[in-house]
């Protein structure tokens, strides 16, 4: 009998161990998939905006990207449902219409999420994809700032630090950038450096401020998560068509719906509505410290990238900014001490849109992955519900 007990207690330390492992490489899978992710969004959107010849609507690409994420969670909650088609529609039905009330909370995350989503892709086309890189981080600091004043959350003194240096990093780059302006952008008729800045701020407002309300309004709901990116979806292709039709209505009802898309743009929008659900998918498997330095480490792919790709061009001051900002991402994600007060702010990449990019920006998701570009929510980790 002894020997029995040892022999079982050898085999549960064996599969342990062998558990074990298997998080591990399940944890880089993630920090592979995230920073990937995050980099490849931003330099293939810049790079189809900068293309010559005709140019794809934004408008449409938004929307386009709506309708593959909702088809994707309809599909997702089919199989949930052992594909039976009559349960799965008595399940939306009852979740969607009935329960009307709750589907109208999404309605204002929703119109913020179509917004952002626009103005990401006039912030890339206008500014030199390391940079936007860079700057958008700073919807860490306006997630965190929501949910103090919105939620009464408390930042560690650490994460006050980390908002500190980040501010005073992406001011460093734009200070760079104003007194050199890439050649690329300035030289450029079409590119307009401030439209840009402006939009990526506007953009990170929108961000911290619907990650925070989006946790406000569905703390405590038992809905799942694929529900939720369906009723977000639902509103985002309705304002998005609003949005396609008040911008560029003429020109779509002259050249199409689909005018400009080449593999290229199809490729960017597949990122954008399968990428956020990706990382939701992922994100289970990746602590705060891996986030912080799958954000990091995209931050230094885009601009690697750039160089290459864009004739992006790296000088001390703009090292010294991204390096304050890549600090400040990984400090804000650190753990807090033992008997630290709660705080880390709501997001989402996920992506973003974040989609699952709804980069989910759902309760209690990091910062910086709040709606990965995409607007997806992603999983939380036990309760959760977020670019």
């Not at 860079?134 to 939620?151: D, E, G, R």
């Not at 804000?332 to 705080?343: E, R, T, V």
Request: aromatic share 10%; net charge positive.
């Amino acid at each position: 009998m002894a020997a029995g007990k040892h022999s079982q207690a050898a085999e549960e330390k064996a599969a342990s161990r062998g558990q074990s492992e298997v998080n591990k490489k399940l944890k880089y899978i993630s920090l592979a998939v995230l920073v990937v992710q995050n980099a490849s969004l931003i330099l293939s959107i810049r790079y189809v905006r900068t293309l010559p010849g005709d140019r794809f609507f934004a408008t449409s690409a938004v929307v386009m990207a709506e309708v593959l994420k909702v088809l994707t969670c309809l599909l997702i909650i089919l199989l949930q449902k052992r594909c039976n088609v009559k349960q799965t529609l008595l399940f939306l039905l009852d979740s969607i219409v009935f329960q009307y009330k709750d589907t109208l909370k999404l309605a204002v995350p929703s119109l913020i999420y179509t917004l952002q989503n626009n103005l990401q892709y006039i912030a890339i086309s206008n500014l030199p994809a390391a940079t936007f890189q860079v700057t958008y981080q700073l919807k860490i600091l306006t997630t965190a700032l929501f949910s103090v004043l919105m939620l009464r959350k408390s930042l560690s003194r650490v994460q006050w630090v980390s908002l500190l240096l980040l501010f005073a990093g992406v001011a460093i780059v734009q200070v760079q950038q104003e007194g050199k302006k890439e050649a690329s952008v300035s030289d450029s008729s079409n590119q307009n450096y401030t439209v840009g800045l402006v939009a990526v701020v506007i953009s990170c407002l929108s961000s911290g401020f619907a990650g925070v309300y989006f946790e406000k309004i569905l703390k405590g709901s038992s809905a799942s998560v694929w529900v939720r990116n369906v009723q977000l979806g639902i509103f985002g292709m309705a304002l998005g068509m609003l949005g396609l039709w008040w911008n560029d209505g003429a020109a779509i009802a002259e050249r199409g719906f689909l005018f400009g898309y080449t593999d290229m743009v199809w490729c960017v929008i597949f990122n954008q509505a399968f990428g956020g659900l990706l990382v939701a998918v992922v994100v289970k498997y990746a602590d705060n410290i891996l986030k912080g330095f799958a954000t990091s480490f995209s931050i230094i792919v885009s601009t690697v990238m750039s160089i290459y790709l864009f004739g992006f061009h790296v000088d001390l001051l703009f090292t010294a900014g991204a390096g304050l900002v890549i600090g400040a991402v990984y400090m804000y994600s650190l753990p807090k001490a033992a008997g630290g007060s709660s705080s880390s702010s709501s997001s989402s990449s996920s992506s973003s849109s974040s989609v699952l990019p709804r980069t989910t920006e759902g309760a209690e998701m990091e910062a910086f992955l709040p709606k990965a570009p995409g607007g997806v929510l992603s999983p939380p980790p036990a309760v959760h519900v977020t670019d």
